[in-house]
């Protein structure tokens, strides 16, 4: 499980890193930090956790400048290519039912601000807007993504000859020589439909072509 925590639940846990890695993380984002302070005073530095279920442990993967706003966490990025620029991105980690696809779906119909080359109020303030409305796009379509996924699960779960597989996440259907097969992600699921033990000969090929084709018997 991967989460974002800020300093006060990060100085709570304890850590598997390696002490030396974890200052690097640190050290490489407070002069982000400082820059970004001087627009938004609130700005505090965030922790991505993994917490290892199995072993009860957990490790920081990143450290970035962030701060709250409408609702969401913002975080601060620095890139170095093609030139030193920063980056705004805002957490979309608690949306169970939405993926990368839904994510560029969310953003689509809009305008990018233009890259961060030095800080200003209103070059933070562009961005955040900007994140605000793909983030309330990315809500509706993780809601509906729910809601389709709650709807197709219902519709098997009433169906008494569905074979799932151990974490039903996929399973299939067969019946009178044809096998329905699903696949359930994140944000949808994929369909098909094939034919049981076939066909794969010329002679099937010839009776399908002529609507003669029987299953064959194993």
Known sequence: ????????????????DAEASLTRMIDGAR?????VRRFIPEADLFYRIY????????????????????????FVIKCTSPKVHYDLHCDWSSFRYADN??????????????????FTKRKIDDWVEYLTQGYRNLERINAENERKLSTFRRQLDSLPDVAWNHDRSRGSIKRNGLVYSFEIRAAGYNEK?????GPRTLDDFLRLSENKYAPHKQ
Request: aromatic fraction near 14%; charge should be negative; avoid cysteine.
């Open 1 to 16: 499980m991967i989460r974002w925590i800020d300093r006060e639940t990060f100085d709570e846990l304890i850590l598997t």
């Open 31 to 35: 002069p982000v930090l400082d820059a």
């Open 51 to 74: 917490h290892d279920e199995s072993e009860h442990t957990n490790q920081v993967e990143r450290v970035y400048p962030g701060f709250r706003r409408n609702g969401i966490l913002f």
């Open 101 to 118: 696809y839904s994510y560029g779906m969310a953003f689509d119909k809009q305008s990018e601000p233009n890259r961060i080359g030095v």
């Open 193 to 197: 439909i094939s034919l049981d033990y």
